[in-house]
């Protein structure tokens, strides 16, 4: 398993890695979104998908506005600091553009979840769901007895993705993955899929000993795609910040149906790349 | 300066209820102002933790997001949120949580989730978050909400975090850890739970504000505490601070970004 | 909870966290071994400890040795690549000084309880003791049943020590500790605890923000106290190296009973603090 | 060079049974030696996993223990404890696993427990440490050890690490993920598990062992391949490697220690 093969362009790691209904989680807690390769399963129109991520914010949003998701894992989806997610509420509410089943969690569940799934356990254990309707409406949040208080404690199926995509500051040539800032679960959503694939801003010949940061070493990443600015509008700690302007932007292209659909028609589907997606921005958005 | 608005009353009413050295798990919005307004004025070692995993953090602006890259920068350290939830919500190792939701009931229970039946929602909300847990294991939470009827309920359509339960100790019986909301601070005043019943009760106006327009804007039949306390208006101090701190964010929000292509 | 009075002498932090028949861990994987910390619990004369450990190596071999101990929870005891650890042989092969009752896991085993205990969860949970007869000489290996999967899992109850003592780089005046190299399962064995002694190389004024470093914050620390060479004979990353040679030579120290007691009684009883102790060895170790 | 010792032997050829690019959780001692070995001769990119939490790590010189700061200095990166086993080992992310011992029956079971009664032992060892997870998990593993009645045994005192059970596919019929030990490395040869009894039988022998040494040194009736291998005596280069290794290691073990304060 060496790093051979292991970067490659981001189209291909998407034709490689997704395939129409499988299990997909975007990771990343508001820092390192993987926007770029958001859009570009857009691009190769996959379908079907189950999409798994914490907080399905504008990411999904898109994806679940262009009608690419069946299913959706979730704990908290909104415009962050904005408001409401539309197109994720425009699906829920009234199945536009397709009927959306929900599997909800809180951010503790699906951190366990994930816990669980890259330590390839079957189930998750927390303290959680106390007092909360979502036991009612969820079957899949269930309890153990502890073997030695009697106490029941909650219970969530592991998650394991089919393919987990991530966003970087930089990779190595032999796929090694180095990330600074504020990590959310991403990397137990990474640790937790079958494929794991990450978008980086830079590839540099070989990363330094990193001693205590933050490396997905090369063994676990199935592939690497350079792609500068791949997390905007989310951030880059050290490289660019979060473009809260398009966020506040996104409320009114979002709540018409037309307008959000012109917008990535224009923006997502009509760049050939995500390069193109950004030149488009800067002249209109 | 000597002018305010309720919502400047409300983060300072926040901010005044914290104490110097207490561990807070901010939420974006209100209490991310309240809780750094504490830390600018009277609170300077507030420990504040965002979910997104940064501890002790002391952002000179106030993030848009829960995960903005100046709380990364200013924390004392930044670890995986799943260690947030489990090694610090969970542990008990956190004094006051902050929360919002669309409804609160007379037990301080809360929804954040769906407004309608939760198969054929009139209105889908973002969900729980990290809410269910902050209101399970923070030591005590405080609720923060603008009053009105459709949102200080008798009749919550989903509960996605727990107040009190159906009040009269329900919460004392189960294996929750924390204390439960202290206080729910509206835009007139605040509630606090009485003690037995466990049901919120008007103990604070603030200036300016009326029992009548209290009972106006909650939708249960609100009742008094023994004594209710007239709060101190904003110290010019206070408006200051906080007002410089969304003259900061605001200037500091509106940079353009710049990606490293364009 | 401001820093005031979190930093201490070590043997005020030991008369104040440590009691008789308490629990207490001390934790790092050959890397930050607060050997220090042991000593002053010895010079103390703490008794009927529940010693935690998950490599009961010198450091226990020590107090084990020296009668301190009635029970250890552990799941390697060694002189890591040297051999036995003669002390601990003595104790459960033939009580001596005392009767040591042993709770005895795998490494995986004891991380899953540490983390269960930093989790406030009462118990952790593993794919492990998988064919070994430590689940019928451990009551407490249990286990439970997947509740979607039907499979059995391993449990271990949670490990809370009412104290763990660690050892680090360095501190700030608060309390908070910065900790880098190898972590063992240090982090996780402080956070479990009811109370959190940590011994470093050197106080500063304020430490500067972490980003992804490794720090245990001022609100989860108990106390604080300046001991310069307090891991010797293991080591201190980017400080000093472990003594390796003191290892090799400790087989021969520690094979009788009364070489061992004399060697005690004049390097580390006989020395007022840790200081004194590194001095005394300087002439005759 | 041409004179070599079983000892360097049994390293080289641990060490060849390593290819480029495997995961290794490595042990100390012979595993330690056979894993750099490997590396600095014909598998470069092999991965070097310690339990100490150091990833991808390239020693100059062998450790001592098993968390030397060597390791931290040159790994990829350094990971708690709990995530080298929870996500690493368990998930299933090693390929070969070393295990050492005091006995191994005749299925590969191992014992580093106890000699004598548990509860009353006439040699009490270290014990389990990483290795029943080890063995449980690693996709394959390796067994090295001095042959003699006494560690090759009819009979485990104390069965602390599964091999292949009771044979006949009992561990196949486990939860564990692992395939189990793959060769037993010892002082006269190899043994290895034969399909369908997963009995260990003699399958390679050093220059200059023989049959009659290898059953003399195994307390069980052992059998033997079809085929018995002869293996290649240690080649120049790789003699040559293992020597300034261990000529290194001694050298960097020499040099005192230097205190801050002495």
């Known amino acids: 398993m060496s790093g051979v093969g292991k970067v490659v362009s981001l189209g291909e790691a998407v034709a490689r890695h997704v395939a129409d209904g499988m299990t997909v989680a975007l990771e990343g807690f508001t820092h390192l979104i993987p926007f770029a390769a958001a859009h570009e399963i857009l691009r190769q129109r996959r379908r079907e998908l189950h999409l798994v991520r914490m907080t399905p914010d504008l990411v999904y949003d898109q994806m679940i506005g262009m009608g690419c998701a069946r299913r959706l894992t979730f704990s908290w989806g909104g415009n962050p600091g904005v408001g409401s997610a539309h197109r994720l509420r425009d699906a829920i509410e009234h199945g536009w553009p397709l009927p959306l089943e929900i599997d909800e969690h809180t951010h503790a569940g699906v951190a366990a979840a994930y816990c669980a799934g890259a330590a390839r356990l079957p189930f998750g254990l927390l303290r959680g769901y106390l007092g909360t309707d979502l036991v009612q409406v969820n079957p899949r949040i269930r309890s153990v007895e502890c073997p030695y208080t009697g106490e029941r404690i909650a219970t969530v199926p592991a998650l394991n993705p089919d393919v987990t995509f991530l966003h970087a500051q930089r990779a190595d040539r032999r796929g090694n993955v180095e990330i600074v800032g504020i990590l959310g679960a991403q990397r137990e959503a990474g640790l937790a899929a079958k494929a794991l694939v990450v978008t980086v801003e830079e590839l540099v010949d070989e990363l330094p000993p990193a001693m205590n940061g933050i490396v997905l070493p090369h063994w676990v990443v199935s592939a690497v795609a350079l792609c500068p600015g791949g997390a905007y509008p989310s951030y880059v700690q050290g490289r660019y910040g979060r473009d809260n302007a398009f966020y506040q932007r996104w409320d009114a292209v979002s709540r018409d149906r037309g307008t959000f659909r012109s917008w990535m028609e224009r923006h997502v589907l009509g760049a050939p790349d995500h390069a193109s997606f950004l030149a488009s921005l800067g002249a209109s958005a | ?262």
Chains 1, 3 share one sequence.
């Not at chain 2, 070692?45 to 709380?71: A, F, K, N």
């Not at chain 2, 919500?89 to 409804?103: E, I, P, T, Y």
């Open chain 2, 1 to 262: 300066m000597s002018e305010w608005t309720r919502d400047e009353m409300m983060t300072i009413a926040a901010a005044r209820r914290l104490w110097n050295g207490c561990v807070c798990f901010v939420g974006i919005g209100l209490p991310s102002a309240a809780c750094n307004l504490a830390r600018l004025t009277h609170a300077p070692d507030i420990v504040l933790v965002y979910e997104s995993g940064t501890l002790g953090t002391r952002p000179d602006v106030l993030p848009l997001s829960i995960g903005d890259g100046e709380l990364a920068d200013t924390a004392a350290c930044v670890v995986p949120l799943p260690e947030i939830f489990a090694y610090f919500l969970q542990a008990g190792r956190v004094d006051v949580g902050f929360l919002g939701a669309a409804q609160v009931d007379r037990h301080g229970n809360l929804n954040s989730t769906v407004i309608g039946p939760y198969d054929a929602p009139s209105t889908r909300l973002p969900g729980a978050g990290g809410a269910t847990e902050i209101a399970a294991h923070a030591r005590q939470t405080f609720v923060v909400i603008k009053a009105t009827r459709r949102s200080l309920v008798e009749r919550l359509d989903f509960r996605t975090s727990a107040g009190f339960l159906e009040g009269r100790g329900a919460r004392a019986r189960t294996t929750m850890r924390g204390g439960g909301p202290r206080a729910v601070i509206t835009d007139f005043g605040v509630l606090t739970p009485e003690d037995g019943s466990d049901e919120l009760v008007l103990s604070e106006l603030y200036p300016g504000a009326t029992e009548e327009e209290a009972r106006a804007a909650v939708g249960w039949p609100l009742r008094l505490a023994p004594v209710i306390e007239r709060i101190a208006a904003p110290t010019p101090a206070e408006l200051e601070a906080l007002r410089a701190l969304h003259a900061r964010t605001r200037a500091a929000h509106a940079q353009p970004v710049r990606l490293p292509l364009t």
